[in-house]
C-alpha cells in the first residue's frame, strides 16, 4: 500500500516539472546541417507588390479579389476568435466581484375574531462578495500562455 501511494506522490510530482520558466536546451547542431547565409541583395516583395506596376486596372482587379476572398474574411474571424479566448483565458487571473440586490413585500393578515386590517412590511437586502483563486500550480497563467500563442498563430495562418 505505501509502494503504491509513493508512486502515485512521485507520478503527481514528476508531472509539474515543466512549467513557466522552462527553457529549451541549447544543442550543438553539425557544420553540414546548418543552413546557407541569407542573401541580402533578393529582399522580398512587399505585400503591395502590384503597386509597382502602376496599373490601375491590375490594382482594381486585386481589390475586388480581397473584398470577395472568404478565406481572408474567415481568417480574420479565426484572429477575433483567438484574441477574444486570450481575454477569457486572462480573466481566471483577476478577482471575481458579485453583487445583488432584492426587495420583498410581505402582507400579513389578522385572525378572523380581529376587525382590523393587514399590515404589509418591505424588506430590502444587498451583497457584494469578491473571491480570487490563487494561481498557485500556475494552470491560469499557462492557459493564458497557450491561448496567446494560439492568437499569434492564427495570425500567421491568416
Keep these: 500500500m505505501r509502494l503504491r501511494l ?9 508531472g509539474c516539472t515543466v512549467g513557466p520558466d522552462y527553457q529549451r536546451p541549447e544543442i550543438a547542431t553539425p557544420a553540414a546541417w546548418k543552413s546557407a547565409p541569407e542573401a541580402a541583395s533578393n529582399p522580398w516583395p512587399t505585400t503591395a507588390w502590384w503597386a509597382s506596376f502602376r496599373s490601375p486596372v491590375l490594382t482594381s482587379f486585386i481589390d475586388q479579389a480581397q473584398r470577395a476572398n472568404y478565406d481572408i474574411a474567415a481568417a480574420a474571424a479565426r484572429i477575433a476568435q483567438a484574441d477574444a479566448r486570450v ?8 478577482p471575481t466581484i458579485d453583487a445583488g440586490a432584492d426587495a420583498a413585500r410581505s402582507r400579513f ?3 378572523s375574531s380581529s376587525s382590523r386590517g393587514s399590515r404589509a412590511v418591505t424588506s430590502y437586502s444587498a451583497s457584494l462578495a469578491a473571491s480570487y483563486e490563487l494561481d498557485f500550480w500556475g494552470k491560469n497563467r ?9 492568437a499569434l ?3 500567421y495562418d491568416r
Aim: charged share 5%; aromatic share 4%; no cysteine.
Design 6 to 14: 509513493l508512486f502515485a506522490i512521485a507520478a503527481v510530482l514528476a
Design 87 to 94: 481575454r477569457v483565458s486572462g480573466a481566471a487571473l483577476l
Design 109 to 111: 393578515g389578522t385572525s
Design 142 to 150: 499557462s492557459t493564458l500562455a497557450s491561448a496567446q500563442s494560439l
Design 153 to 155: 498563430a492564427s495570425r
